[in-house]
C-alpha cells in the first residue's frame, strides 16, 4: 500500500514536473469540427437553450457610432425569458454558483433575469489560426505558473489541467490594446454607494501582437487615477509576464514626480479601489500567480452567468443600478452558458484569505465570468461575477466590468464599470516606450 | 474676562468656517470641468485641512535657557498649540494630453497664533531681550505661524514632443522634480535629490496629514525627460531661482530654537538676526540617466547634479548672525531600485564634492577662514547611502493589510578640503580635544553636536489597516519612529545620536473622501543641562540635534482633512 502511493506520488511529481505539450495532433484536429476554433463545444444543448456556434457577434448595431466607446446592445429588445430567485431556486439549483444561491437566501429583492442564450465570443482571424498552432505546441512550465510555445492565440483549446484552463483565461483575448474611462464603485452594508476611484485604464496584450512571438509579457495596463481627489494625478503601471510569478508594477506619486517600484500588488492583498473589498488576484475574476493554490479541472457544465450585459456595462446609471445589497437586477442580463469549471484549493504551505475558490470560465471565450471563493473556515465568503460585453467592432470577447459580493459583510463593489465614464475604446498599441515605467514620470503632471 | 468672551467667540467662529469648509466639501464634485471638447480636460482639486493641536507635556528645563525659552513658553501643557485651517488648490488643464499647464496654491490660517506675540519664560530675568523686538513676532513669523497668508506652489507649462520615436517631456516654470529612490525625510537629506528643493519643513512639523506635494517648495525651473530606448531614460534640470528650505521659527511651539530661523529678530540687544546671506539664484542644474536592462530586473540610475545647499548654517560676522548657504556643490550617485522578496527596495549612493559641513551654531568665522562664494563655511567630501525597502503585509487575524517601509541612512566625511577651523566636528575647531586645555569651556563633544566622521540613522513606519469597521469607513493605525543610532552627522540636519521623534495615531478614512486622524507626536534627544540663571533651576545647555529641544513638547493632533 505504501509502495502503491509512493509510485503514484513519484509519477505525480514526474508528470507535473515534465513539460508536455497540450494535445496530439489527432486530438487538435476536432478544433473547427466538433469544437469551434478555441475548444468550445460546436455544438447547442439538446434541449436547445444553447445554440451551436456559429462564429459569434461580429455585425454592428446601426446605432452603433464608431470610435464612441459606448457599445449599443444588440439585444435590446429582447425580454426575459424567465426569473429566478429564492422562490424557484430549487429547480436551477445545478445552473447556479453557490453565490448566486447564497445571495437569493440573503436578499428576497435579489432575482436573475435569463435571456435567450447568444453565442456572441468571436475572434479576428489570426487568433484563431494561431490556436491551432498552440495546441499542439504549448505548455505549461514552473508547475504550471508559467507558460511558452504560444503567440496570439488561445494556448490550450483542449485544457487537461486546472492550470491550462486558468493559463486561457489569463490570456484570455479582449482585444490588442484599448482604453477606457472607469469608475469604480463601492456598496456598503446600508447600501450607500460610494465612488472608490476613477480615471482612466489602458490596456495592452503584447502576447497578440500580429505577426511577432517571443514575447515575454501578456498584459501591460496603466491606470491614471481621476478620482478620489487625493488620489488625482496618481498612476499605476503593472507589467504581467508569461512567468506570471514575475509581476512587475510601478506607482507615480504626485507632488514628487517620480516613479517608484511599488511592492507586489498581488494574491490577497486588499485592493483599495474597491475598499478592499476585492483582493488583488480578484481583478477579472482572477489575474496574476497561480502559486498559492492547486488548480484542478472539474469539466464542463451549463451555468447560468451574466452574459451580453451591454445594458450594465454601457447604458446604465449609478442611481438605476447601485441598490442596497445588490446590483438592480433588471439592468442584469443573464444566460445559460456552458463554462469550465475550476477548483482552486489553498496549497500546502501557503496563505491566503481564501482556502477555495470555484472559477466559472466561459467556454467560447475563456474568460472567467463567475466564481464562489470560500473562508479559511470553509464558509462561502464572496461571489465574483465579470459582465461579459463582447467587443463586437473588434472582435473581442470583453468582459472588463467586474465586481464582488462579500457575503459576511453583506457589501458589494463593481469594478473597471465605464457607462458613466466616457466606455472603452479600441485602439493602437501605445508603442513599447509608453509601457517604460519611466514613461509615467514623463506624462504625470501633478 | 473680556477677553475669555472673545475668544470663545473667535473659537466659535474658526469652527464656522471649518465646519463651512467640509459642508462645501461634502456637496460639492467639483473635480473635473467638462468642457464638451474632448481635447481638453481641466481639473480643479482642493483639499481642505483642518488641525487642533495640544500640548500633552509640560514645559521644561530648556525653558529656563533664554535662547530656547519662547518655543517652550508659548504653549503651556493641555493649550491649543494649533487651530489651523490650510487649504491646497490645484488646477491642471491639459491639451490633447500633450501640454497644458497646472497652477496649485496653498493657504492657511492657524488661530492659535492669532495675538503673534513670543512669550518669554517669566521668571528669568525681564533684563534679558527676548527674540522679537517688544515680543511681537516680526512679519515673517507672522506671516508663516499665523496668517491669514498664502503662496502660489506650482506654476509651469508643459508639453511633450517626440523626437523621432523618443518622446520628450518638458516642464518650464514653477515644479518639483524629485530624482532617486529615497522615501522618507532623513533619505531625502543623504540622498541623490539633496537639496534639489526647498522643503516647508516648518508646515510638515505643525500639519501632520500634510501630502508630499505640500512639502516641496517649487522653484522655477526647466527640466526635460528623454526616453530613449524603453530601457534608457535621460533627465536635465536647470534652476533660475533659489528659495531656503523652512525649519519651525523661533518662539512658535516647534520652534527648536529661539533665534531661529529667518523669522526671529535677535539673539540679544547686541547680536541681531542679520537674515539670509543670499546666494546667486540660477545657475544649479543636474542630469540623470536612469537604465532598467531586463537582465537586471530592477533600474538603475546615475545622477550628476551641480547644487546650492536649501540648509543653511549660521555664525556670526561682524555684530550679526546670518544663514549662509554653500554653492557650487557637486553630487555624483548612482541608485539602484528592485524587487526583492515581495518588497520594493531602493538603494542610493553618492558623492558630494564641496559640500557644505556643519558650522558651530552662533559660532564666530575662524580668523584663518577664507570667503567661498559668499561663505565662511567649512567644505569637504562627503559619502553618503540610504537604503530603502517598503511593502504590504497582507491579511491575518490582527489586521486586513499593513504597510510598512523602512529606510536606513548613512554618511561618512571623506575629507575637509576647505576652512577646516570652520568644521564643527570632532578633531577640528572647538571639537578638538587634543586642544582641550587652551579651549577651556569653548571645548565641545559629540553630545554638543561636534559632528562625526560617520553616522546612521534609521526610520520605520507601520500603519495597518481595518477595512469597512463601519459602513464606509476604513481605519488604520499609523506608527512612525525616526533616529539616529550612531554618530552626528557632518552635514546639515544629516542626523544626531539618539536624536528623533515618534508618532503613533488612528485614523479614519470616511467614504474614501473625508479622513480623521488622532495622534500622538513626541521628539527625543540627548541634552546637556547645567545650573540655569535663576538659582535653584536647571537649564538645558546644549542638545545634539535641533528637534531634541523639543522633547518637552509631545502633543496631541486631531486632523480633519477633505478633498473635493
Redesign the interface.
Known amino acids: 500500500m505504501k509502495i502503491h502511493n509512493f509510485v503514484i506520488a513519484a509519477m505525480t511529481l514526474t508528470y507535473g514536473a515534465l513539460a508536455h505539450a497540450a494535445v496530439t495532433a489527432e486530438e487538435a484536429a476536432k478544433l473547427g469540427k466538433e469544437l469551434t476554433p478555441v475548444g468550445a463545444e460546436q455544438a447547442g444543448n439538446k434541449e436547445g437553450t444553447i445554440p451551436p456556434y456559429t462564429g459569434g457577434l461580429t455585425e454592428l448595431p446601426a446605432s452603433f457610432k464608431k470610435g464612441s466607446g459606448i457599445r449599443p446592445d444588440p439585444f435590446s429588445n429582447e425580454k426575459p425569458q424567465f426569473s429566478i430567485d429564492a422562490k424557484n431556486m430549487d429547480k436551477y439549483a445545478d445552473k447556479l454558483t453557490e453565490g448566486t444561491k447564497a445571495l437569493m437566501k440573503m436578499h428576497p429583492s435579489y432575482r436573475i433575469d435569463v435571456y435567450k442564450t447568444h453565442r456572441t465570443a468571436a475572434y479576428p482571424k489570426y487568433v484563431l489560426d494561431n490556436t491551432k498552432q498552440c495546441a499542439v505546441k504549448t505548455k505549461t512550465t514552473n508547475n504550471g505558473l508559467a507558460m511558452e510555445g504560444c503567440h496570439a492565440g488561445i494556448p490550450f483549446p483542449i485544457p487537461k489541467s486546472g492550470y491550462e484552463a486558468m493559463w486561457n483565461h489569463l490570456v484570455r483575448y479582449w482585444g490588442r490594446a484599448y482604453s477606457m474611462g472607469y469608475k469604480s464603485t463601492f456598496v456598503d452594508m446600508s447600501g450607500k454607494p460610494t465612488t472608490t476611484a476613477s480615471g482612466i485604464y489602458y490596456a495592452n496584450y503584447p502576447y497578440y501582437a500580429q505577426g511577432e512571438t517571443g514575447t515575454d509579457l501578456f498584459w501591460q495596463a496603466k491606470s491614471v487615477f481621476k478620482s478620489p481627489a487625493r488620489k488625482a494625478g496618481e498612476a499605476l503601471m503593472l507589467h504581467d509576464p508569461l512567468d506570471a510569478t514575475m509581476r512587475r508594477a510601478w506607482a507615480y506619486l504626485p507632488g514628487q514626480r517620480r516613479v517608484k517600484l511599488a511592492p507586489s500588488i498581488g494574491h490577497d492583498t486588499p485592493n483599495p479601489s474597491t475598499a478592499g473589498i476585492n483582493t488583488y488576484d480578484d481583478h477579472y475574476i482572477f489575474i496574476g500567480s497561480m502559486e498559492r493554490f492547486n488548480f484542478k479541472l472539474i469539466g464542463k457544465k451549463e451555468m447560468y452567468v451574466p452574459y451580453n450585459a451591454y445594458k450594465l456595462a454601457y447604458q446604465a446609471k449609478g442611481e438605476d443600478l447601485f441598490k442596497p445589497n445588490h446590483l438592480n437586477p433588471d439592468i442584469v442580463r443573464w444566460e445559460l452558458h456552458r463554462v469550465w469549471e475550476v477548483e482552486a484549493t489553498l496549497a500546502d504551505g501557503k496563505r491566503h484569505i481564501y482556502s477555495k475558490r470555484k472559477f466559472y470560465l466561459d467556454e467560447d471565450s475563456w474568460s472567467g465570468l463567475a466564481s464562489d471563493e470560500y473562508d479559511m473556515r470553509g464558509e462561502l465568503y464572496k461571489a465574483g461575477f465579470a459582465y461579459m460585453a463582447p467587443s463586437y467592432d473588434a472582435p473581442a470577447p470583453t468582459a472588463e466590468t467586474h465586481g464582488f459580493y462579500d457575503l459576511i459583510s453583506r457589501s458589494y463593489s463593481l469594478e473597471k464599470w465605464s457607462a458613466e465614464a466616457g466606455g472603452l475604446n479600441l485602439t493602437e498599441p501605445m508603442p513599447d516606450r509608453d509601457w517604460a515605467p519611466d514613461a509615467l514620470a514623463g506624462q504625470g503632471i501633478r | 474676562m473680556k477677553c475669555k468672551k472673545r475668544n470663545t467667540r473667535q473659537k466659535r467662529k474658526i469652527a464656522a468656517i471649518a465646519v463651512a469648509a467640509f459642508g462645501i466639501a461634502g456637496a460639492a464634485e467639483a ?2 470641468i467638462e468642457t464638451g471638447n474632448p481635447d481638453v480636460d481641466m ?1 480643479w ?3 481642505v485641512r483642518y488641525n487642533l493641536g495640544v500640548r500633552a507635556n509640560s514645559i521644561g528645563n530648556g525653558g529656563n535657557n533664554p535662547n530656547f525659552d519662547e518655543g517652550e513658553y508659548k504653549f503651556k501643557r493641555g493649550s491649543v498649540v494649533t487651530h489651523r485651517v490650510d487649504l491646497l488648490s ?1 488646477f ?1 488643464f ?1 491639451y490633447r ?1 500633450a501640454m ?1 499647464f ?1 497652477v496649485s496654491g496653498a493657504g492657511w490660517y492657524d488661530h492659535a497664533y492669532r495675538d503673534a506675540v513670543a512669550k518669554r519664560n517669566p521668571n528669568l530675568p525681564a533684563t534679558i531681550a527676548g527674540s522679537y523686538v517688544n515680543d511681537q513676532y516680526s512679519s515673517y513669523t507672522k506671516r508663516f505661524a499665523r496668517g491669514p497668508s498664502g503662496e502660489i506652489l506650482d506654476a509651469f507649462v ?1 508639453g ?1 514632443v517626440n523626437l523621432g ?3 520628450l ?1 518638458v ?1 518650464a516654470g514653477q ?7 529615497s522615501l522618507l525625510q532623513a533619505g531625502g537629506l543623504h540622498g541623490v535629490s539633496y537639496s534639489q528643493m526647498p522643503l516647508d519643513l516648518a508646515k510638515a512639523f505643525a500639519t501632520p496629514g500634510i ?6 517648495l517649487p522653484l522655477t525651473n526647466i527640466s526635460a ?1 528623454l ?1 530613449a ?3 534608457l ?1 535621460f533627465a536635465a534640470q536647470y534652476f533660475l531661482d533659489w528659495a531656503p528650505t523652512r525649519i519651525p521659527e523661533g518662539g512658535t511651539f516647534l520652534g527648536p530654537a529661539d533665534f531661529l530661523m529667518y523669522g526671529a529678530d535677535r539673539v540679544s540687544a547686541a547680536l541681531v538676526n542679520g537674515g539670509v546671506s543670499r546666494p546667486k539664484k540660477r545657475g544649479d542644474w543636474g542630469v540623470n540617466a ?1 537604465w ?1 536592462p531586463a537582465a537586471l ?3 538603475v540610475g546615475f545622477y550628476y547634479r551641480n547644487l546650492t545647499d536649501k540648509l543653511p548654517s549660521v555664525f556670526l560676522t561682524g555684530g550679526q548672525y546670518r544663514e549662509y548657504f554653500g554653492e557650487d556643490i557637486d553630487l555624483f550617485g548612482v541608485s539602484l ?3 526583492i522578496g ?3 527596495v ?1 538603494m542610493e549612493f553618492s558623492y558630494r564634492k564641496n559640500m557644505a559641513l556643519n558650522g558651530q551654531t552662533l559660532g564666530a568665522v575662524a580668523p584663518t577662514a577664507t570667503l567661498i562664494g559668499n561663505t565662511f563655511q567649512a567644505r569637504g567630501n562627503t559619502f553618503h547611502a540610504v537604503l530603502n525597502a ?3 503585509i ?2 491575518n487575524s490582527l489586521f ?2 499593513a504597510n510598512w517601509n523602512a529606510e536606513m541612512t548613512f554618511v561618512h566625511l571623506d575629507k575637509v578640503t576647505a576652512n577646516q577651523d570652520m568644521f564643527y566636528g570632532q578633531g577640528y575647531g572647538v571639537c578638538n580635544a587634543g586642544n582641550r586645555a587652551a579651549l577651556g569651556a569653548r571645548y565641545r563633544d559629540k553630545w554638543d553636536g561636534c559632528s562625526s566622521r560617520n553616522a546612521f540613522g534609521v526610520a520605520f513606519n507601520f500603519s495597518p ?1 481595518w ?2 469597521v463601519y ?2 469607513i ?1 481605519m488604520s493605525m499609523p506608527m512612525s519612529v525616526g533616529y539616529g543610532i550612531k554618530g552626528n552627522a557632518p552635514t546639515a540636519l544629516g542626523g544626531n545620536q539618539g536624536n528623533g521623534s515618534y508618532s503613533i495615531g488612528l485614523g479614519l478614512d470616511v ?3 473625508y ?1 480623521i486622524d488622532l495622534r500622538y507626536v513626541d521628539y527625543f534627544g540627548h541634552s546637556k543641562e547645567g545650573p540655569g540663571l535663576v538659582p535653584g533651576t536647571t537649564q538645558v545647555t546644549s542638545a545634539n540635534g535641533l528637534s531634541t529641544n523639543l522633547k518637552d513638547r509631545g502633543w496631541v493632533a486631531l486632523t480633519l482633512k477633505a ?2
Open positions: 473635480f473635473e481639473r482639486d482642493n483639499t490645484e491642471d491639459i494630453k497644458g497646472r508643459f511633450t520615436e523618443m518622446p517631456s516642464k515644479h518639483t522634480v524629485y530624482w532617486g529612490e501630502e508630499a506635494k505640500e512639502l516641496f525627460q526616453l530606448t524603453n530601457e531614460s536612469r532598467r530586473d530592477g533600474t531600485s528592485k524587487q515581495g518588497a520594493s531602493g517598503m511593502g504590504i497582507p491579511q486586513n493589510s489597516n477595512l469597512q459602513p464606509g476604513d467614504d474614501a473622501r479622513r478633498s473635493f
